[in-house]
């Protein structure tokens, strides 16, 4: 059920823009000009990529700092969230590049079989603590997040971040 509510969410985030845009009486114009007035806003969407595969993520992008969150639960045996503190490296209202710090938890429960002993499974449990240090691209609600992180526990050091989805825009 949380699976198909995840895609299901995910896939909505991509037409709800469409639907507003739809149902907006005010000008392109007017948009663009009531960008203009506000550069800090609050950015609610969806992402694939570390830490849980598909989760949901919700920030405040600032002038100066920007504070992110993004978390989900594939199944009881897989979730994670991380957060991020990000500096900008260039804004404008449509395009925010930002070197970000980010720390998380990823885990998993994962069934495999013994190679030392055919046809015998066993359950193993990876959990992995991380901080890291990340790219991220904002350009009319797309994002898109690339960078390393290291910590301790099952994973391999360094650890690949990578997040990629869309962020509805509420002006602050």
Not at 64 to 70: A, C, G, P, Q
Not at 99 to 119: A, Y
Not at 142 to 167: D, H, V
């Amino acid at each position: 059920m949380s699976r198909k509510l995840i895609i299901g969410l995910f896939i909505l985030s991509f037409y709800l823009p469409v639907l507003s845009a739809q149902n907006n009486n005010s000008t392109n114009s007017e948009y663009s000009d009531s960008l203009e007035k506000s550069n800090n806003f609050l950015g609610v969407g969806a992402v694939i990529g570390a830490p849980s595969s598909i989760g949901l993520t919700a920030g405040i992008y600032a002038q100066t700092v920007s504070f992110r969150i993004t978390g989900g639960v594939w199944n009881k045996y897989w979730y994670g969230i991380q957060g991020e503190v990000a500096i900008p490296l260039t804004r404008s209202t449509e395009l925010i590049q930002n070197i970000s710090l980010t720390g998380g938890i990823i885990s998993t429960k994962v069934l495999q079989t013994d190679p030392n002993q055919p046809g015998v499974q066993f359950t193993q449990y990876n959990k992995q603590n991380y901080l890291g240090l990340a790219y991220d691209v904002y350009y009319a609600g797309f994002i898109l997040q690339t960078g390393l992180g290291f910590g301790k526990g099952n994973f391999p050091n360094p650890q690949f971040l990578f997040q990629a989805g869309y962020l509805f825009r509420f002006n602050l």
